[in-house]
């Protein structure tokens, strides 16, 4: 069993338990609609490791040409029912089947944190590849420098590993990928709503002038 079936195996519950979670997240709202300020007006965007696409149909509702994409076939058929209009497909951000220059932004909440340390710069050119010059990248991760397995989650049994990352150390990884950096932010946990980690969000952008 790998990340993308321990996904398969938790998407009903997923649903449950997190795709109300942005009502709870007031800077997590903020954050999103300043995106969507960015990218309405440029060109069409994605949500990569979109789970069930709560986040990608919040988007949707200010107005951005967005699609999602997932790892998981499982959370891919759960986002298409819930949000009817959007499209959905499955793909693996280390491995995007687009042409370069495709999406004016991407938001990845919470994904790469199952991308390794020593596969992150290579992933992080990959979406810097799908990105158009001067396209915007916001990303968010759990801080700190642990490193998670997991056999069993919600009662059933997978095979997962949750990565945590410093934010100096996330913004080396962008910069060696070829992004430049807008903005960092930290948050604490909200109280009773989730995992009470330290978080962190970053807005990167493709350089307009570089290839």
């Given amino acids: 069993m790998n990340t993308q ?17 942005l009502r709870h997240k007031p800077l997590d709202r903020q954050l999103l609609d300043r995106f969507a300020a960015s990218v309405r007006d440029i060109g069409p965007a994605c949500e990569l490791g979109c789970g069930p696409g709560h986040v990608t149909r919040y988007l ?10 997932d790892l998981s076939a499982e959370m891919v058929a759960r986002a298409r029912a819930l949000n009817p209009g959007i499209t959905f497909h499955q793909g693996d951000m280390r491995a995007l089947p687009v042409p370069d220059a495709m999406w004016a932004g991407i938001v990845a909440f919470y994904s790469l944190i ?16 799908v990105l158009r010059p001067g396209g915007l990248l916001l990303l968010s991760f759990h801080l700190g420098d642990d490193f998670l397995h997991l056999d069993e989650l919600w009662d ?25 950096i807008e903005e960092a ?25 570089k290839p």
């Fill in 156 to 180: 059933q049994k997978v095979n997962v590993d949750f990565h945590h990352f410093r934010t100096p150390e996330m913004i080396g990884f962008l910069t060696a990928a070829g992004f430049e």
């Fill in 185 to 209: 932010i930290e948050r604490d946990p909200y109280p009773d709503v989730e995992h009470q980690s330290l978080r962190s969000y970053i807005f990167a952008r493709r350089p307009a002038s």
């Fill in 114 to 129: 199952h991308i390794s340390r020593a596969e992150m710069v290579a992933t992080l050119r990959e979406l810097r590849r």
């Fill in 5 to 21: 079936a321990s996904y398969d195996r938790v998407a009903d519950e997923y649903v449950r338990r997190l795709c109300d979670e």
């Fill in 60 to 69: 949707r509702e200010r107005e951005i040409d967005i699609s999602g994409v």
